[in-house]
């Protein structure tokens, strides 16, 4: 994804607009900070005492509810916590009765007025948790979902930790999946790919964090059928992705936090959502090794016809349907096949 995208232009002006109405607002602050007392006829202004966090807590926690902005305390919570340095929102608990200065509060209402706009907030606070893993976030790389932990916790109850083993991850955005197998299963490398070169330096630059860029190797490709040149006759122990499944037709219906500054290049999954899943099969069909894995998350209706497609074509690719698991939401979310 270009810098230059729609997303990111979109992001880009609500980013100026944000700042111009925040500076109008810092302009009057001062005054709003003061009270006036005694007689008739005398003004004796009196400063306020601090803010704390718990009134700015509460008092951003209604704002967000006046304006339907979704999770308002998930949101509230993360942005003071991020503001104060802490080391994760629980801790936010512990600090309630504690002055801001006027910087912190400044940065506050700054990030807060971020969310207004409907920006997601792990970009707001740059960063989010992934199981046990801290990751950095940038717009508009796809931000890794909860049931993503779950397909990542489904591959490693079937790994073996003590064999070595080279697995590809197919669009690997912030590079949760990657990094969490890596860390997970010392004796596994990976090759990742995406579309996106922002995606591909933020996938390299948390593999550093995470201290497992030694043994991922990152490629910008766009899939359609086959894998980049350098990997002709690679062949993997595992395949995983999670893929752009949403029907193009409904990329219009989603939330804004998604449609505005997510790349939707990770999102669109062509006229039945079905474009890129299959070109997957495809690759899986060429790359997998004998009795090798391919895991993938799909939207809720799409296991039955994944199942149906193997029916009829997996003979010929050499691939098998072997289940389809739940999410914690109880959608049938993900779909396990195995090679020949």
């Known amino acids: ?20 109405r925040l500076q109008a607002r810092r302009h009057i602050d001062p005054s709003s900070r003061c009270c006036y007392s005694g007689n008739a006829g005398s003004v004796a ?35 003071i916590a991020h503001v ?13 009765n504690s002055s801001l200065s ?10 807060c007025e971020c969310r207004l706009a409907r920006m997601p907030i792990q970009y ?6 992934f199981r046990d893993l801290t990751l950095k976030m940038i717009p508009p790389v796809f931000i890794p979902r909860p049931e993503t932990e779950e397909l990542v916790e489904l591959i490693l109850q079937q790994m073996d930790n003590e064999e070595e083993t080279l697995f590809l991850e197919i669009g690997c955005g ?3 999946i990657s990094l969490s197998l890596l860390k997970h299963a010392p004796k596994a490398s990976a090759i990742a790919l995406d579309q996106s070169r922002i995606a591909c330096e933020l996938t390299r630059e948390n593999a550093e964090t995470v201290g497992v860029q030694e043994r991922l190797r990152i490629f910008k490709h766009k899939l359609v059928d086959n894998l980049p040149a350098e990997l002709n006759g690679q062949q993997f122990d595992l395949i995983v992705s999670n893929p752009p499944y949403v029907p193009s037709v409904l990329l219009p219906t989603l939330d804004p936090e998604v449609k505005i500054y997510e790349d939707l290049r990770a999102l ?22 004998k009795d090798g894995v391919l895991w993938l998350e799909v939207d809720s209706t799409h296991p039955p016809i994944i199942e149906e497609f193997l029916t009829k074509h997996g003979d010929l690719m050499g691939l098998r349907f072997m289940a389809s698991y739940k999410d914690l939401f109880q959608k049938d979310r993900f779909v396990e096949i195995v090679k020949q």
């Open 45 to 79: 202004p009196q400063t306020l005492l601090p803010a704390t966090v718990r009134g700015t807590q509460e008092r951003w926690m209604k704002r967000f509810e006046s304006e339907s902005i979704p999770e308002p305390e998930t949101s509230i919570t993360n942005i």
């Open 1 to 20: 994804m270009l810098l230059s995208s729609p997303s990111t232009r979109v992001a880009a002006r609500l980013g100026v607009t944000l700042l111009s």
């Open 84 to 96: 104060l340095e802490l080391p994760g929102p629980g801790e936010l608990g512990n600090h309630q």
């Open 124 to 129: 707001i606070i740059r960063e989010w948790d």
């Open 174 to 176: 912030t590079g949760a």
């Open 268 to 289: 669109d999954g062509g006229n039945d959502g079905l474009t890129v899943i299959k070109a997957i099969l495809r690759i899986a069909s060429r790359h997998l090794a």
């Open 102 to 111: 006027d910087a912190q509060m400044a940065k506050i209402e700054e990030l």
